[in-house]
Every structure is written in C-alpha cells, then in structure tokens.
C-alpha cells in the first residue's frame, strides 16, 4: 500500500485537534514547490478524511506559488525558498501581506549514479562541476567519464537555494547544464544516466540514485537537524495574512503528532 494510502486510510484512527467543525463545503488550494508537493499532498489527503474539506494541491515550482499567492488563486504558496524582495514587494502593491510558516527542513542532496564510485565531494568540487570547470568524473575521484549536469528550471526553488548555498554569488551555472522541472525527474535522469550529477530534496533520495556526502556530511535527518550538512534549508507554506479557520488548521498540521509523523515517513525532518 502506498504511503498516501496509508495516511489516508490511517487518518481514521488518528487523533486531530480542533478540527472537527470544519465545513465539508469549504476548499483549500495549494500550489508552488514540487519539493513541499509530497508533505502538501499527504497533508491533504489526512485533512481530507478528517473534515471533509477540499484540498487541492498544483505543483508548478515556488515562483509560481508565489505568483499564485500574489494574484490570489491559492490560499497557501508551497516554496522551498523564502519569498524574494521583489515578489514581497509585488504582493504588496496588490494588498497581499506574504507571512511564511516553516512546514519541514531539508537537506538538498547531491546525487550520482549508484555505479558511481565517488562518495564525497567538497562544495569547492561540485561548484566547479556545474560551473563548467571540472568537465570529467577522474578529477574528483570518479571514473574518466564526461559529467552530465543536471539542474532545475530558473523558477524552482530548489535551483534557487543550489545556487545560494553552493554556486554562491556570482558564480553562474554553465551552460551545458540539463534542466529538468521537478526533483523526480532530475532523480529519474540521474538514476538512469552512469555519468550524471543532480541536486533534489532529501525526501526523494532512493535506492535508484546515491547520495553523496558534500564536505565530509552525508545528507541524513540527523545531519540536517544539527546543522552539520551544509546544503540545508527550510521549506515553506505562505498565506496572505495570518492563516484562520481551514487554512489555519492545515497549516499547523506539521505541529502535531501526525503531522510530523507524515513529514518523518515522507524522508523530510521535522522543525518542531
């Protein structure tokens, strides 16, 4: 049985508090990050079952859930990435005040072939990988192989953090890079090609793909919630204004014993 199966068939015999008057008519809408997708979608398939409530969840990257909160065609931004100065300020010119909520953190995992020898790369390495300097696998340990870059859209958040956390300022990603437009299909190239690299959220690490440790740390639950792994960051779910009623509940769905327990079986790490 898949997990979401499970969630809502589970959801049944699983406490929920203050939910119980919540209206079987009322809807909630969800779009942005296909990283939060997975802990938005078994959120709602448990909210769901539980109160009767619509929850529709779109997964078209953190700029288009920003887009979406901005023009008012959701009521909650899934994004990987904090809302940048200038969407704030777009939001704001349109009477939407943007107010973050911190759903999970992750840990972007930097991941290889399985047939891939190499375990570890510095954050110097992987730079230089996807910005074209390192061009073969036999400069860092690997087999004599050209690398193939695999990247996200511009408009994903994932890409965004990447680029902060390791290409750093000023440091553009070559040109040669792939792109893909969600984690699963940058895992599924991945696990497909023997000689490419991808970068993807710490819940979508499997045994088609390895994931590399990146200055010494493997990407785990333990080294994310120490700060030791050093492509984390948190995930978001953004309202206009402070969240009431449905949303409200929804939203503090990753405060509750369920609610982690989902983040926990997705492969995400709890922040509370």
């Not at 979508?204 to 994310?224: I, L, M």
């Not at 204004?241 to 989902?262: E, R």
Request: glycine letters at 12%.
């Amino acid at each position: 049985m898949s997990l979401f199966k499970k969630i809502v068939f589970g959801a049944a015999v699983m406490g929920f508090m203050g939910a119980g008057n919540a209206s079987a008519a009322g809807k909630i809408t969800l779009d942005g990050s296909t990283t939060v997708g997975p802990i938005a979608k078994a959120f709602a398939a448990y909210y769901t079952k539980m109160t009767g409530v619509e929850v529709t969840v779109s997964e078209s990257g953190s700029g288009n859930g920003a887009k979406s909160l901005i023009n008012g065609t959701c009521d909650i931004a899934n994004m990987s990435r904090a809302m940048k100065d200038n969407e704030v300020a777009a939001a704001k010119s349109k009477g939407v005040n943007p107010v973050e909520h911190v759903v999970a953190l992750d840990g972007i995992s930097v991941i290889v072939h399985p047939g891939n020898r190499v375990a570890n790369l510095s954050r110097k390495a992987i730079r230089d990988i996807y910005s074209g300097k390192i061009k073969n696998w036999s400069k860092v340990g690997g087999p004599n192989a050209s690398i193939v870059m695999i990247q996200r859209e511009s408009n994903s958040g994932t890409q965004d953090s990447f680029k902060h956390l390791v290409m750093g300022k000023g440091m553009p990603i070559s040109k040669r890079a792939e792109t893909q437009a969600s984690n699963g299909a940058v895992k599924s190239r991945v696990a497909s090609t023997p000689s490419a690299i991808g970068f993807v959220g710490l819940g979508y690490v499997d045994s088609s793909v390895k994931a590399v440790a990146v200055d010494g740390v493997k990407p785990t639950v333990e080294t994310v919630k120490d700060g030791s792994y050093p492509v984390a960051r948190p995930l978001f779910m953004y309202t206009n204004g402070q969240p009431t009623g449905d949303v409200k509940q929804f939203i503090n769905l990753n405060k509750t014993a369920d609610g982690k327990k989902m983040i926990s079986e997705i492969g995400f790490v709890n922040k509370y």
